[in-house]
Nanobody, 122 residues
Framework: QVQLVESGGGLVQAGGSLRLSCAAS????????MGWFRQAPGKEREFVST????????YYTDSVKGRFTISRDNGKNTVYLQMNRLKPEDTAVYYC???????????????WGQGTQVTVSS
């Protein structure tokens, strides 16, 4: 089993930056692809980014390309989402997730964190 805990959310002005962290439990962390998702009130959950088990492959949804960067440190059992030039549209609860399948947007994700709130003011 993998347990995930997100942190790093908060309130930031448009144009600012935040770095989200997702700490994972379990010795098999390095075998999982990791993804970031977000959900705003009244909206469906949206895929944001994913990274393969050893960090060699990444994917970003178009709306965050060039602004967000996903990375992982398998030695620390942690995945990160660096968010730059934030926009009000980025406001959401951000969740990290782990998949034992290929780390692609359409993959089923087996484990989910509790989420961390990101609020971007205009």
């Amino acid at each position: 089993q993998v347990q995930l805990v997100e942190s790093g959310g908060g309130l930031v002005q448009a144009g600012g930056s935040l770095r989200l962290s997702c700490a994972a439990s379990g010795r098999t962390f390095r075998w999982y692809g990791m993804g970031w998702f977000r959900q705003a009130p009244g909206k469906e959950r949206e895929f944001v980014s994913t990274i393969s088990p050893y960090g060699r492959s990444t994917y970003y949804t178009d709306s965050v390309k060039g602004r967000f960067t996903i990375s992982r440190d398998n030695g620390k059992n942690t995945v990160y989402l660096q968010m730059n030039r934030l926009k009000p549209e980025d406001t959401a609860v951000y969740y990290c997730a782990a998949t034992s399948h290929d780390a692609i947007p359409q993959a089923p994700y087996d484990y989910w964190g509790q989420g961390t709130q990101v609020t971007v003011s205009s």
